[in-house]
Nanobody
Framework: QLQLVESGGGLVQPGGSLRLSCAATGSTLDYYAIGWFRQAPGKEREVVSC????????DYADSVKGRFTISRDNAKSTVYLQMNSLSPEDTAVYYC????????WGQGTQVTVSS
């Protein structure tokens, strides 16, 4: 059964960078659009970015445009989120999401931006 596994989160100083990965196990995510979401404490989960199956189409929340880049490597069945110029407002648990035969969510990876 397909599972999504995020990695790459951690503690970073303001202005720093992180690269998150979302890997599929048990199946492949090659044929599906993938989204990154985040949820900060006390706030609702919000979409951050999404990418089409072939990677040619991407979209971003206004709050991350110009700082975050989503990409995918279908040979590795992995989607990435490169996050630059991080600020404390980016602190959240980041989740990847796929709509297949049902909704699939990863377990999340914590990103903390703090000095």
């Amino acid at each position: 059964q397909l599972q999504l596994v995020e990695s790459g989160g951690g503690l970073v100083q303001p202005g720093g960078s992180l690269r998150l990965s979302c890997a599929a196990t048990g199946s492949t995510l090659d044929y599906y659009a993938i989204g990154w979401f985040r949820q900060a404490p006390g706030k609702e989960r919000e979409v951050v970015s999404c990418i089409t199956t072939n990677g040619h189409g991407t979209d971003y929340a206004d709050s991350v445009k110009g700082r975050f880049t989503i990409s995918r490597d279908n040979a590795k069945s992995t989607v990435y989120l490169q996050m630059n110029s991080l600020s404390p407002e980016d602190t959240a648990v980041y989740y990847c999401y796929m709509r297949g035969d049902r909704d699939y969510w990863g377990q999340g990876t914590q990103v903390t931006v703090s000095s």
